[in-house]
């Protein structure tokens, strides 16, 4: 059974940084893709970042671009986002999600990822 458990969200202030971990069991995460989400009250759960099998690629949505950044341990098994210059916008659950190999570009759309992590809450506010 795929499980995905995410960690580290928070309560940050505007400019501030957090790490995001995605832990994975059931699955080889370097042998998957990764996609991180996130939803803000109201707003439809949207791609933040994906790397693709073995970290071959990787993808930044334009808000993020510069300032996250998407990581792999694998021998924890586990995937990073590191968000650093948090914005008041970036409020929002994030979402750590996988669907398996994928070679090429990894797919940025939620429809593209069978298993989730329960989210967890990234709040930025002064």
């Known amino acids: 059974q795929v499980q995905l458990v995410e960690t580290g969200g928070g309560l940050v202030q505007p400019g501030g940084s957090l790490r995001l971990a995605c832990a994975a069991s059931?699955?080889?995460?370097?042998?998957?893709?990764i996609g991180w989400f996130r939803q803000a009250p109201g707003k439809e759960r949207e791609g933040v970042s994906c790397?693709?099998?073995?970290?071959?690629?990787?993808f930044y949505e334009d808000s993020v671009k510069g300032r996250f950044t998407i990581s792999r341990d694998n021998a924890k098994n586990t995937v990073y986002l590191q968000m650093n210059s948090l914005k008041v916008e970036d409020t929002a659950v994030y979402y750590c999600?996988?669907?398996?190999?994928?070679?090429?570009?990894?797919?940025?759309?939620?429809?593209?990822?069978?298993?989730w992590g329960q989210g967890t809450q990234v709040t930025v506010s002064s």
């Open positions: 999600a996988t669907r398996g190999w994928v070679g090429g570009m990894c797919p940025i759309s939620a429809a593209a990822y069978y298993f």
């Open positions: 059931g699955l080889t995460l370097d042998l998957s893709a």
């Open positions: 790397s693709s099998s073995r970290g071959g690629g990787t």
